[in-house]
């Protein structure tokens, strides 16, 4: 089985059998849009919620909004099915502690809520997540099973 590395601010199509790997994922979020029946899926390591301006990003995969979108466009592209998609997320974890920054404020949970917005926007499910905390991940995302796994030094290894 091929692995392949997700770089930060970028995302990757795979088909089966492979795995889509982001290592360092901090208050960064990583989104997997799985198609099952045909095994292809597509993951980013989005960095920012959003532009404040509006504006499109040179890198597609840099903002939560442009990254989903280009999934969508790719795993359509490619054969799948809208109806058939489905949504795994991890990530967007609170690094650092600022006495001027509140919880609610942190990078991580604005990610984290933005892909989730998104994902409703756009109608598909969210199926599973491993969100949050104050510790870094390693994710994993297979496409012969459509499970992701995450690896953490701190709560050792999660799989949804």
Same mark, same amino acid.
């Given at each position: 089985?091929?692995?392949? $590395?997700?770089?930060?601010?970028?995302?990757?199509?795979?088909?089966?059998?492979?795995?889509?790997?982001?290592?360092?994922?901090?208050?960064?979020?990583?989104?997997?849009?799985?198609?099952?029946?045909?095994?292809?899926?597509?993951?980013?390591?989005?960095?920012?919620?959003? $532009?404040?301006?509006?504006?499109?990003?040179?890198?597609?995969?840099?903002?939560?909004?442009?990254?989903?979108?280009?999934?969508?466009?790719?795993?359509?592209?490619?054969?799948?099915? $809208?109806?058939?998609?489905?949504?795994?997320?991890?990530?967007?974890?609170?690094?650092?502690?600022?006495?001027?920054?509140?919880?609610?404020?942190?990078?991580?949970?604005?990610?984290?809520?933005?892909?989730?917005?998104?994902?409703?926007?756009?109608?598909?499910?969210?199926?599973?997540?491993?969100?949050?905390?104050?510790? =870094?991940?390693?994710?994993?995302?297979?496409?012969?099973?459509?499970?992701?796994?995450? $690896?953490?030094?701190?709560? =050792?290894?999660?799989?949804?």
């Amino acid at each position: 089985m091929s692995r392949i $590395r997700v770089p930060f601010a970028s995302y990757l199509l795979a088909e089966n059998p492979a795995i889509l790997a982001c290592h360092g994922v901090g208050s960064c979020v990583v989104v997997a849009l799985y198609d099952g029946q045909i095994k292809l899926a597509a993951v980013a390591h989005i960095m920012l919620p959003g $532009r404040s301006d509006g504006g499109k990003s040179l890198r597609s995969a840099q903002y939560s909004d442009q990254a989903i979108e280009a999934m969508m466009e790719e795993l359509a592209r490619r054969g799948s099915s $809208r109806d058939r998609w489905v949504a795994k997320m991890a990530g967007g974890a609170q690094m650092f502690l600022f006495s001027s920054l509140l919880a609610d404020e942190s990078p991580g949970k604005r990610n984290v809520e933005a892909v989730t917005r998104k994902l409703n926007e756009e109608g598909i499910p969210l199926i599973g997540s491993d969100v949050g905390k104050n510790f =870094g991940r390693t994710v994993e995302f297979h496409t012969d099973s459509g499970q992701m796994i995450i $690896r953490t030094i701190c709560e =050792g290894t999660r799989v949804i």
